[in-house]
């Protein structure tokens, strides 16, 4: 093992004092803005508490007439072990659990104390739209005297108390590190008649559940954080200004445009380096790594992914609007909210041990930035959709950690050992006792039970890959190009998402894969079909004084793609064959000249759905590679390092 990396010395000065006022950051709308919210609120480092009040402004943007709201209140889900989250998750994300030995309540929850328009004050009640658990109190509706109609606008005055938990899943404490999310009464989606959420105009508010995250509209938020004014802040936006005040309190100012969230942390033990990306075109973007001391030696690590991620997703996908990029540094002891995503803010994760070898720093500033495009840019339906979130982030994860850091140890190059993430991707998926367990479509609290991260991020990831290999990739990054553009900034479902695969396709292939690629939806994302084909017989024969090769080729699962084999013979000559894959057996007969040598079927893995790849070959003669000694040792390693990286995440 590597020795710890030396301390870095970076372009970005050492900050331990004030951050510089910045301007509000557009003069004019990306997008809709139709939630917007000023927030003052204050936190108490010691009783872990927040006092807060926040004005809503929400607009109708729908032809229907509102008569009630709905609301989120997230940090319900922590309010006891009866709520639907503490149920389905039995008290643990990601394995970490919660603290219930700890002297410190390791319980949160939020209360309304009065929501109120300018006319009159609104009452609520707690709603459970999903599983009718009635101690779970993480929806709110609030019916409305005065209904709200098209094109309207409502502004409630709401004042909120919230405990924060203690860190296990995301958001809460740690000692004296606080990383605050989903922390504040939140309105829900109104989805009208005729979208894929809503068959009639309903509101789209569902419960927060153990395996699924957020989805929300647009707006501007202008909100005020009071702490002690050792503590550093950072947050959502851009820092706009700080106030000293004579109690030993400070309060900070932060200012955020056309985004659907915000998060804040406040730990009085940051160190916090600056620096810039500077976009080839012109323009930069300022990036703020706020970091655990003991984390120092790695902040470069942490800089260089961002810049890749910025860079690849820049010139592949479409340009990062924003000015900045906030990185948090959790402590080891607050592991459970490493990797998490807000916009313009993501928590990364490391350990002060972590050799270059092992690149979980560099994995996860690269996924959690790439959620600045699907979680918050293009803003999916996490609750029913997160494989447009996830799925997505992870296939581009594993692109740019490949481009990056060597396609075949971009994840982990450590010991004689080396992997690369789009593969661990893959082996995620196609090396489960039952790839066949379920599709990636659905609402994520009701896909099969322990599967939500394979069929969410690593199926879905490899599913796309597969795509890319069908399509070629100069096509794919067509398809996803158009995706953005199109859809940046208005919550797309899948639908959209296979129009578009639908259009470049034909209009780039033509008919190659027939009229549409429903074809491969109905078996990639919708169906469980597994994929599987085998290079069953190889052989050479005479007849009739000429020499015949015969290559057979099997299928073996339910799933049916179109697949290469390449054929090599012994005088160097190679041909390439095509078959549709619909059959469960396909022979080819050759007549040759030479012998054939050996055979691959999909020789350029195209296929990366395929669960078996050691059956996509066969050779007349012998290979001196140890393949059995090689795939033991792979297997092991896999295993091993699995398990380690569910126990630091």
């Known amino acids: 093992m590597k020795h710890f990396l030396t301390y870095l010395t970076l372009c970005g000065a050492v900050l331990n004092g004030f951050a510089q006022p910045a301007k509000t950051i557009f003069s004019t709308p990306l997008s809709p803005r139709l939630a917007n919210y000023q927030i003052d609120v204050k936190l108490d480092p010691i009783t872990k508490k927040l006092d807060g009040q926040e004005t809503l402004t929400w607009r109708n943007a729908s032809s229907d007439v509102i008569r009630e709201l709905q609301f989120h209140l997230y940090l319900n889900a922590f309010r006891n072990d009866r709520s639907t989250f503490m149920r389905e998750s039995g008290g643990q994300l990601r394995g970490t659990e919660i603290d219930l030995s700890s002297k410190e309540d390791p319980y949160g929850s939020i ?83 005729g979208t894929r959420y809503a068959t009639k105009g309903q509101w789209n508010c569902h419960q927060f559940h153990a395996h699924s995250e957020f989805y929300a509209d647009y707006g501007v938020y202008d909100v005020n954080i009071t702490t002690p004014k050792e503590y550093w802040v950072s947050a959502t936006g851009l820092y706009q200004s700080e106030k000293l005040f004579s109690n030993g309190t400070k309060k900070i100012h932060y200012h955020a445009e056309d985004v659907v969230d915000f998060a804040w942390t406040a730990s009085p033990h940051f160190q916090v380096v600056n620096d810039t990306w500077k976009r080839p075109s012109g323009g930069e973007v300022k990036l703020e790594l706020v970091m655990q001391p003991e984390h120092r030696h790695q902040a470069e690590r942490h800089l260089t992914a961002a810049k890749a991620a910025l860079a690849y997703f820049d010139k592949h996908l479409g340009k990062y609007p924003f000015p900045n990029l906030t990185i948090v540094d ?24 972590l050799p270059a070898g092992a690149r979980f720093p ?37 692109r740019i950690m490949d481009a990056t850091y060597g396609v075949r140890s971009s994840q982990f190059d450590l010991l004689d050992f080396k992997m690369g993430d789009m593969e661990s991707s893959r082996s995620s998926y196609v090396h489960q006792d039952n790839p066949a367990i379920g599709s990636s479509f659905g609402n994520t609290w009701q896909l099969p039970e322990g599967q939500y991260g394979v069929l969410t991020y690593s199926k879905t990831a490899t599913w796309l890959k597969t795509l890319e290999g069908l399509v070629g990739l100069p096509v794919m990054d067509e398809i996803m190009q158009t995706y953005f553009i199109r859809w940046k900034f208005k919550h797309p479902d899948a639908d959209n998402f296979i129009a578009i695969v639908n259009e470049i396709v034909t209009k780039r292939l033509g008919t190659k894969y027939g009229a549409d690629m429903n074809w491969f939806f109905d078996q990639a994302l919708y169906g469980d079909n597994v994929v599987d084909y085998e290079l069953s017989s190889l052989k050479n024969r005479k007849r009739d004084g000429q020499q015949q090769a015969i290559i057979t080729v099997q299928r ?57 790849l050691n059956n996509n070959s066969l050779t007349l003669e012998p290979s001196s590679a140890p393949a059995a000694k090689f795939a033991t040792k792979f297997l092991f390693w896999i295993e091993n390092w699995m398990q380690w990286l569910a126990w630091l995440a």
Do not use: C
């Not at 009159?120 to 779970?136: G, H, R, S, T």
């Not at 002891?333 to 803010?345: C, D, L, Q, R, V």
């Not at 390439?576 to 007549?591: E, I, N, P, S, V």
């Open 111 to 193: 209360e309304v104390l009065s929501m109120k328009t300018k006319e009159e004050p609104l009452a609520y009640k707690y709603i459970q739209p999903d599983d009718q658990n009635e101690d779970d109190h993480t929806v709110i509706r609030v019916p409305l005297s005065k209904p709200v109609g098209p094109g309207e606008t409502i502004t409630l005055d709401i004042k909120f108390r919230a405990k924060l938990p203690k860190i296990f899943a995301r958001t809460g404490f740690s000692r004296d590190f606080f990383l605050v999310g989903q922390w504040f009464p939140k309105i829900g989606v109104y989805e009208p008649a």
């Open 330 to 353: 959790p402590p080891l002891h607050a592991s459970g909210s490493f990797g998490m995503e807000y916009p313009t803010f993501i928590t990364a994760g490391s350990a002060w041990f």
């Open 362 to 398: 560099e994995e996860v500033t690269i996924h959690e930035f790439g959620h600045q495009y699907f979680m918050q840019l293009i803003a999916s339906n996490e609750f029913e959709e997160a494989w447009l979130d996830e799925g997505f982030n992870q296939y581009y994860e594993g």
């Open 556 to 612: 073996n699962g339910d799933g049916k793609m179109p697949v290469d084999v390449l054929v090599h013979f012994d005088n160097g000559k190679e041909l390439m064959l095509f078959w549709d894959g619909k059959a469960r057996q396909r022979q080819f007969t050759l007549t040759e000249k030479a012998r054939v040598l050996w055979a691959k079927v999909d020789p350029k893995q195209k296929i990366y759905m395929d669960t078996d």
